[in-house]
């Protein structure tokens, strides 16, 4: 019996002592609890709030800067984590519910479209949440973020639907595939803006000068260009970032556009017209060697579903409009 007393004497002070271990490392001499994951760190708030959101952004800036480029961002209640673009190297960003965070290098840095970390809106999570669970009842279970598109997909706990996106100020939550609420066009880093079709051109001019086809959307376009003989394939993001290369073979003689000839400005002509009513209003635009109407080059820029007319043309400077069955 004595024994068996002196046994359970250790092993209550076995417990202390780990105990004590434990309370010393984290508010002891070496006090820990500022640390990654440490201490009320990963009890601290609920990050899909905007105001515990701003602890996400300020971690970002600090790891990355203001202008870090961001390709993508998964958002829980306690924890964050971000793949970032660090000049030729992608990291991985990881922070918890108090705000504190650690990096950690993943690799070489590949073509992806991203994201400044400036052009973070924290309000945009309050908007995506309050109006999933209006649709739904049910609350977000995680929230993510991608820089090539720039918009959000929100994951519902349970129910359905179980996920919607939103558009990056957590503004025109809708079921992927449905029509955009507020459609990009007309925003300030659309592409279908001068100055961004410009950035374009201008990365386009460094691989060939004669366009073979050139697609544009507000988040991005695709250029095929002639090059030593062969078909070089580029498709663009915002800030005319390049996210993927390709080169093919060309089958034969094809037509080509001059690249000095093709005037950023056009598309924003062709949207002052009434039947387009707007940038807000444009899908995307085509442009190639051989229009629709004439043996010439020629912008089509298409229309909402149930437009009419459902696209409109025009000239490569974007003037002399016309459509399917004008007289």
């Known amino acids: 019996m004595r024994a068996l ?84 190297r992608m990291v991985r960003v990881e ?50 973020l991608y820089g090539g598109n720039r ?7 349970r129910g359905e639907p179980d996920s919607f996106i939103a558009n990056l100020n ?52 695709s250029v095929k260009v002639e090059k030593d003989g062969r078909a070089v394939s580029l498709n663009f993001g915002y800030d005319a970032e390049l996210t993927s290369r390709d080169v093919s073979s060309l089958s034969g003689p094809s037509d080509t556009i001059p690249l000095k000839r093709i005037d950023a400005k056009a598309l924003e002509r062709m949207a002052k017209s009434k039947y387009v009513k707007g940038l807000k209003s444009a899908k995307y635009a085509i442009l190639r060697p051989q229009g629709v109407f004439e043996d010439a080059p020629q912008w089509l820029l298409y229309l909402p579903e149930g437009s009419d007319p459902p696209y409109v043309t025009a000239n490569l400077k974007g003037r002399g409009l016309s459509w399917p069955g004008r007289g």
């Open 151 to 157: 918009q959000w997909t929100a994951n519902m706990l």
């Open 5 to 88: 007393t002196v046994f359970f004497a250790l092993l209550a002070t076995l417990a202390g002592a780990y105990a004590g271990f434990y309370v010393m490392r984290e508010l002891g001499p070496d006090d820990l609890s500022g640390q990654f994951g440490r201490g009320d760190a990963v009890v601290e708030g609920n990050l899909m709030q905007s105001e515990n959101f701003v602890r996400v952004v300020e971690a970002l800036e600090r790891e990355l800067g203001s202008d870090g480029r961001l390709q993508s961002l998964n958002l829980e209640l306690l924890e964050a984590d971000a793949t970032a673009t660090v000049g030729d």
């Open 95 to 144: 922070i918890d519910a108090g705000g504190r965070s650690q990096q950690r290098d993943i690799g070489d840095a590949t073509p992806a479209g991203t994201l400044p970390v400036s052009k973070l809106d924290p309000r945009a999570v309050d908007r995506i949440t309050k109006a999933a669970m209006k649709e739904t009842g049910s609350p977000v279970e995680s929230l993510a």
């Open 170 to 221: 957590g503004k025109g939550l809708r079921l992927s595939g449905e029509e955009n609420p507020e459609p990009a066009g007309a925003e300030s880093d659309s592409l279908f803006r001068a100055k961004n079709l410009q950035l374009v051109l201008d990365a386009v001019a460094k691989e060939g000068t004669r366009v073979l086809d050139l697609t544009v959307w507000p988040e991005r376009a």
